[in-house]
């Protein structure tokens, strides 16, 4: 029997179902909003949105929803954000707001307890509803050269239906001369407006649109499931991408279809904004990948060696997450509260997989993605706040964390789901290979989990569960234990035992590698975490301090300036000279903090640390196994 057939079977009596519809939503909205249900809507909704007031930064929507039923309707603005899993978006950037059935304009009150739900009632004899009202952007989405369609902040929809049930048909005004990209074929109407086919609100919410003047666009797949990536920037020029840059990517593309077999999507689009004024991230969907990037990304290789499993991560999210999600992160609509117990199986799998292909694809070399590790398990290891909050805890972070500053960074943790995700998968994967003397790991295990991915099968969900069934399907090994433990642990969990398992182990070195260096310069500073115990921007400012380190025990707090080392004027080289003289030079800092100034004398004695990863000689080295081409 084949390890997917195991599966299959061992799966038939706990996965959860395709997508949950018989049983009751346990999840559900505020009292007064009602209750979604997976039955039919009739009619389809049109959505009209004037994106051509650049200068306002102001979309204008009309919303026009049949009508079910005379009476009460309540219409909701999506709450709930699938990519940050959170309720991230706030209705406080819809404004204007109007409604009207024919000419007659209708009163309406917003619910108090759910601020996002709009209550009317809808006179005898209409057929449709019209909603009218603006949504303030952000400056970065409504410019003169590049426009992004943020679905989720434009659209109104009524309570009471699934999203996978309710049809619109949207059409969108766009200023002269910008392109739309999209990962679906869209038309333009005899007025010139963009039309986009008929789709549901579930597939509208995970399909963007971006208008651009200024793209290039390349192919990194053809066939059946051909790739493309459209690379956008404010500029006169298209970006250029340079043939080098598309092979390791065309190669990405590869290995990642090696991995995880049949694609669930007919076609994926990179939608890739470049700008200096941009952070770095990705926001994913089934069908694409919305990534922003420094505009240099492409041009200045060498020195992104931080951002350059971005591209495998989103793609990567396509089978994990969207196609395969945990069964309290999948929800009937973007206004009913999602859980996020399995976040180490949904962002930190794949984080460990764009770590993986990185390497596979040669997007970063071997010894790029050993240094990118160590940053890793130096990151976890180093984490104090496990002796309080496990992993277990931490995967709430979107409930009641999300986007929130933290002042003390590793104590109170936040989203380490992702980091220490990249540690727990290395350790699933060599307990899988140490199981089977090294005939199976987590490639076996992706190609069964995920198979039966095709453009049309609904989302399937699963549950922690059916995950430890799944592992067993693949080599025994009390897999529900083992991951609890990992879960529920405080200090006791030696978060390194996957790394020295396929041959390496972490160290601390007095050189930082390349990888380490672009660390520090995206921080804008020096990273001092494993020798005094915190970090120091260039004009002496410091940023995270290290619970209970040397500079906390001196009374050093995030915020706090340093004006001299060892009464000599401030300078990043000073600092790190008196970490080297540190054994036989007491390090004393003059620093301002909390409107005072005095000297601190900090503890530590020893040398500049720095992570890096060696061979760990009393295990085979499976590490450089995993991470070499299929």
Known sequence: MTVASAIALALQASRAPALPSDGPVQRLPPAGVPVPLDRAFSGTIALSVDATDVAHKLYTVEVVIP??????????????????????????????????????????????????????????????????????AAARDLTRDLIMLPWQQLILYPAGWYARNIAVAAMVSLPDGLISHA????????????????????????????????????????????????????AAMPPVIPPERVDALRRMVAQTGRVFGTAPFARYDFLVRLGDDLAAGGTEHRAAGEITLPAGYFDDWSRQLLDRDIFPHELVHAWNGLFRTPADLWAPTPNVPQSGSLLWVYEGRTEF????????A?????????????????????????????????????????????????????????????????????????????????????????????????????????????????????????????????????????????GWNLVYTNTPTETFRQHEAELGGLDLTYSLGMTVMADGRIGAVSWQGSAFTAGLAPGAKILAV??????????????????????????EQDGGRRDYHLSYKGSLRYPSLERFAEKADRLSRLLAPR
């Open 67 to 136: 009508v079910q039923a005379a009476g009460a309707m309540t219409l909701l603005y999506p709450r709930w954000e699938a990519a940050s899993h959170g309720p991230s978006l706030s209705v406080v950037n819809l404004t204007g707001f109007a409604v009207f059935a024919g000419a007659r304009r209708l009163a309406w009150r917003r619910d108090p307890l759910e601020p996002h739900a709009f209550h009317l009632d809808v006179p005898a004899g209409a057929a449709s509803v019209t909603a009218r009202y603006q949504v303030v």
């Open 183 to 234: 990962p679906l074929i869209a038309g333009r109407s005899a007025d010139g407006h963009l039309v986009l086919p008929e789709r549901t609100l579930e597939a509208l919410l995970d399909t963007p649109v971006y208008a651009a003047r200024s793209a290039t666009r390349v192919s990194l797949a053809a066939g059946d499931a051909p790739v493309t990536l459209t690379a956008m920037a404010a």
């Open 353 to 360: 997989w764009g770590r993986v292909l990185a390497a596979r």
């Open 362 to 502: 040669h997007l970063r070399s071997k010894q790029e993605t050993l240094d990118r590790l160590a940053l890793d398990a130096a990151e976890v290891s180093q984490r104090r706040g496990r002796a309080w909050r496990s992993l277990a805890d931490d995967v709430n972070y979107p409930a009641f964390m999300l986007r929130q500053p933290v002042r003390w960074r590793d104590w109170q943790r936040r989203r380490d789901y992702y980091d220490e995700g990249v540690l727990l998968w290395l350790a699933v994967e060599a307990r899988l290979r140490e199981r089977t003397g090294g005939r199976r790991g987590l490639d076996d295990f992706a190609q069964a989990f995920f198979a039966g991915a095709t453009p049309n099968a609904p989302t399937q969900t699963y549950t922690f569960e059916a995950l430890c069934v799944a592992l067993e399907a693949v080599a025994q090994g009390e897999w529900a234990g083992f991951l609890t433990t990992w879960l529920e642990a405080h200090d006791e969990l030696d978060t390194l035992i996957g790394l020295r398992a396929l």
């Open 566 to 591: 060892s009464s000599e004027p401030f300078s990043t080289e000073r600092l790190l000279q008196a970490v080297r003289r540190s054994e036989t030079v007491p390090i004393t800092l003059t620093a």
